[in-house]
């Protein structure tokens, strides 16, 4: 399924406009889902992109934002602290429920998965919560301070600088981290729980996920990152729990119903994604067409040559089993590869009545059949006439009719 994303904005805690942005899939969704990143990054880390559009991709619209003071918020970050980032998601939560639908997924990434395990408990609509890499006590961010601590609680703040850039913490961060209790909030939350934690993570360590599972009430499950770092910046770890959370929280939210009306017809509509991606929309089932890279698409579908020889391939193999079950015969498992290409009529040898009297170049579908085993030589031309007998063959050598209408 294609994904289209909307930027949006809303207010958080103290008034200010917190950027965000709405991954939203082509076609119907399933249920809202509300992502929170780590602690000083953005909207925008890779884990955070990846893993929202996935969702996306399974039918779920999902708001990812920056807190207040950080990425494109509005806000001071010096006057904020675990608390007002509690309030932030509790007030994205509020937007969505405003304006679409109260989000029934939770995701959060370290401190954010801290923060999303602080809310749960008060988004009545929320089936599930899954963080990834989260601490079991706010209070563990302390340890990035490292001897700035001192100073903090001396002199009120200090310049502290946390992945390269630098930032002003205050005591009231410190009081207030130190004061926040997450284990009686995943207690009572009353959530599912999935856990995604790897074991190698410097930054926060495995023994917090098992604090986080042992505090949490059935129903719960915890996967095991392998080798993954703490940003989950590796493309393959990325992907590896987008697609692990996906299945997760499917489970939870049901698929959307989609109307008998829907299946009659094929829609495609562009994503905006690229020059000539689309997403296609069949009844329940969800496809992306695109061109090749080669020709300015980003290769992030099958193209529409492409799906017509999947149509050919397609009708070609089930015409070929309802005749082998009509006759009995033990075909096995039937393959059908098939290549698309333009050709010159009057050098196409094997075209047949397609290419006579026929200048410049015409379309050639090469179709090759296999079968498990060996196929017996007296029924491989009776397997050809067969599926010259496919209704989308037919639809191909002969000419049909395409009515347009435009609205």
């Not at 000539?276 to 080669?294: C, M, Q, W, Y």
């Not at 033990?330 to 290419?355: I, Q, R």
């Not at 170049?361 to 498990?372: G, L, N, Q, T, V």
């Amino acid at each position: 399924m294609a994904v289209t994303t909307v930027r949006s904005t809303f207010a958080g805690h103290d008034g200010g406009e917190l950027a965000a942005r709405l991954d939203m899939p082509v076609g119907p969704v399933r249920g809202y889902a509300l992502f929170a990143h780590c602690f000083t990054c953005s909207k925008d880390l890779f884990a955070a992109r990846h893993i929202a559009q996935s969702l996306a991709q399974h039918g779920f619209a999902v708001l990812r934002f920056d807190f207040t003071g950080l990425g494109s918020s509005e806000g001071e970050f010096a006057n904020t602290n675990f608390s007002s980032n509690v309030q932030d998601l509790l007030r994205a939560a509020d937007y969505l429920r405003e304006n679409f639908e109260a989000p029934s997924i939770l995701v959060g990434h370290s401190l954010g998965g801290a923060a999303v395990l602080a809310a749960a408990g008060d988004i009545p609509e929320v089936k599930g919560v899954a963080t990834i890499g989260a601490p079991s006590d706010v209070g563990h961010v302390l340890h990035q301070f490292g001897g700035s601590l001192d100073e903090i609680r001396e002199s009120g703040k200090a310049e502290v600088s946390l992945a390269g850039r630098p930032f002003t913490i205050t005591k009231n961060f410190v009081d207030d981290a130190e004061g926040s209790r997450l284990e009686d909030r995943i207690a009572t939350m009353k959530k599912a729980l999935l856990v995604l934690h790897s074991p190698t993570d410097q930054t926060v360590g495995i023994e917090n996920a098992s604090k986080v599972f042992v505090a949490a009430k059935h129903p719960k499950s915890f996967i095991s990152l392998d080798n993954a770092e703490h940003l989950v910046s590796k493309p393959a770890d990325a992907a590896y729990a987008a697609g692990l959370i996906s299945a997760w929280a499917s489970r939870f939210v049901p698929e959307a119903d989609v109307s008998e009306e829907a299946s009659e017809a094929v829609l495609v509509t562009e994503t905006g994604l690229g020059k000539f991606t689309n997403a296609v929309t069949i009844g329940r089932h969800r496809l992306t067409a695109d061109e090749p890279k080669s020709v300015g698409g980003l290769d992030a579908g099958p193209s529409p040559y492409d799906y017509l020889s999947i149509a050919l391939g397609t009708c070609t193999a089930m015409t070929l089993r309802m005749y082998a079950g009509y006759k009995n015969l033990a075909l096995g498992k039937v393959s059908v590869e098939v290549s698309h290409g333009k050709v010159a009529a009057d050098h196409c040898t094997d075209c047949g009545e397609a290419a006579e009297g026929r200048g410049g170049k015409i379309d050639r579908f090469e179709r090759i059949i296999s079968a498990d085993g060996e196929v017996d030589p007296e029924i491989r031309e009776k397997l050809i006439e067969i599926a010259g007998k496919c209704p989308v063959h037919r639809t191909l050598e002969s000419s049909a009719a395409v009515v347009t209408k435009v609205l």
